[in-house]
């Protein structure tokens, strides 16, 4: 007797094949677009990273390449006073974060290859479907980046050669952890459901 290699009516093989050659178009077309991608991401990471704490000014954002790695890098203002190891007071102290870029494309690269590898919808739902992931994509990352962002900012001060400490928040750690071990893929996951969740309720319902 033959196994039949499926779930629910999808074939497990030919899924798997579809969602390889899926990440390989999607990936492919970040690979040229994730530049200008990013780009449009930056003013709202700064805006959200200002608003966060007052204290934070953003001074530059931009998108460099380090030993051939893409990286986020943000040049970040802290208006609070500290003492330096010559005894001069300063009213502010700038410091540099980066994150690599791969993690802004993670949650895009997730949704859309899932969607557009999923057997059991039509091409007509499968455009639906991204049109309902994209402000939910924004919002992950808008969850995401900066928040990281800020707990590399709040870690480098952090060290015995500066005059001042910043408590860094349990929440923050706890989500920068998580954001790394997983976090990232799961919200992705996640948004890829509730797209393509309306068409199966909407299906059952009928």
Known sequence: MKTQNKISGINISGFVI??????????SLFFIIGPFY?????????????????????LEA????SNKIEQIQYKIRTHRKFIDEQGISWPSSDMTVIINSYAVYIHP???FSLILAWPTLSIKNKLVSVMISVPLLIAIELIDIPIHLIYKLQESYNIDSLSFHIQIPWYHKYWFNLLNTGGRQFLALLVF??????????????
Do not use: G, T
């Not at 931009?62 to 390449?65: C, F, R």
């Open 18 to 27: 579809r969602l390889i050659l899926a990440f390989l178009i999607v990936s």
């Open 38 to 58: 990013i780009k449009i991401f930056l003013p709202l990471f700064s805006y959200e990273i200002e608003l966060i704490n007052s204290e934070y000014e953003i």
């Open 62 to 65: 931009d998108l460099v390449n």
């Open 109 to 111: 690269i997730i949704i």
């Open 193 to 206: 459901i509730i797209s393509i969740a309306p068409h199966y309720l909407i299906h059952k319902n009928k």
